[in-house]
């Protein structure tokens, strides 16, 4: 998934929800309403997630240094799972205590009227959001389910915004249930509900994204179509007698690190050796551009299978 559908996705939620979260707040200070509250504070921590999934992305662009030889790539990584945890900490936290708050304390709700504006206006600005970061998203998956895509993706700033903006419009319907019931029947206490249930829909999210996101920190392998691929390569060199292994490492979105293992025929030159291992990188690295650094290591089969 390319960093600049990312950015563009990144930036028409950013603008979106700053001007959601102003309009919440003015709404919560006219109405009093608890729900409300919870979507202004939900709001503001969606805007501040997209200029930290920003600053991941600029940070993950500096170019490689003594301390980090490998890049930067994996700020992008870093920065998602901190929104993630921001989502439950001052997202869902501030929601659920605000909530139940309400519900031990019910407060009025006055002109519900602007409240239905402002939820609809938002479910329209969300919905408008979501559905761009949807199309880019679904560019971006190619072959791939949405599921599929999601957790084998290696980019996680495009999935992290359409989850927010999911996890938004549910929390807007949530949002209106309560507050519709509590003007209905004149028990403020679904207000208070309503925003226990926005807490509850942000924490869920903060936890389905930090898993997903935790596998890429940790360090996850390249497509295993691209092993397969990379090991076929290597087997396709005639003075390559066996492909003993193929490690990768995502480095970050757009750079993979390959350890290639192969035990070299017993009548090839040192000469040999070197030249192989030499087309072997430029073809390799031709085939899959992501892949930026190649190693190779060249040690008999049963001595790797003796270490394995």
């Not at 939900?42 to 997630?49: A, E, F, K, Q, R």
């Not at 807490?199 to 691209?226: C, D, F, H, N, Q």
């Not at 551009?289 to 001595?303: L, N, S, Y």
Request: aromatic fraction near 12%; glycine fraction near 8%; charge should be neutral.
């Amino acid at each position: 998934m390319a960093s600049a559908s990312s950015k563009k996705v990144i930036f028409a939620a950013l603008i979106g929800n700053s001007l959601i979260a102003l309009t919440k707040f003015i709404a919560f200070f006219i109405t009093k309403s608890s729900a409300m509250l919870s979507e202004g504070v939900h709001s503001v921590v969606d805007t501040g997630n997209q200029v930290l999934l920003l600053y991941g992305l600029h940070r993950a662009k500096r170019p490689a240094d003594e301390q980090f030889p490998f890049g930067h790539g994996k700020e992008v990584y870093f920065w998602g799972f901190v929104v993630a945890i921001t989502i439950f900490t001052i997202g869902a936290g501030v929601s659920i205590y605000k909530g139940v708050h309400h519900i031990l304390h019910p407060v009025p709700i006055l002109n519900p009227t602007i409240n239905y504006i402002v939820l609809a206006c938002a479910f329209a600005f969300e919905g408008a959001a979501w559905y761009f970061a949807f199309t880019e998203f679904t560019k971006a998956k190619g072959k791939w389910g949405y599921f599929q895509a999601v957790q084998r993706g290696k980019d996680p700033s495009m999935f992290v915004v359409l989850f927010e903006d999911s996890a938004a419009m549910l929390g807007i319907i949530a949002a209106f249930i309560g507050i519709f019931l509590s003007q209905v029947t004149g028990n403020y206490v679904y207000d208070g509900i309503a925003s226990v249930v926005i807490g509850l829909i942000l924490a869920g999210t903060a936890v389905w994204l930090a898993y997903e996101i935790k596998g890429l920190l940790i360090g996850e392998s390249a497509r295993p179509e691209i092993v397969k691929s990379i090991k076929e390569i290597a087997a396709s060199y005639p003075k390559i007698k066996h492909v003993n292994e193929v490690l990768t490492l995502h480095m970050g979105p757009e750079f993979i690190l390959l350890n290639l293992s192969v035990d070299f025929a017993d009548t090839v030159s040192v000469g040999d050796i070197e030249e192989t291992i030499a087309r072997l990188d430029r073809h390799i690295k031709q085939t899959y551009p992501k892949i930026k650094r190649v190693f190779v290591e060249a040690e008999a089969r049963q001595a790797q299978d003796v270490e394995v």
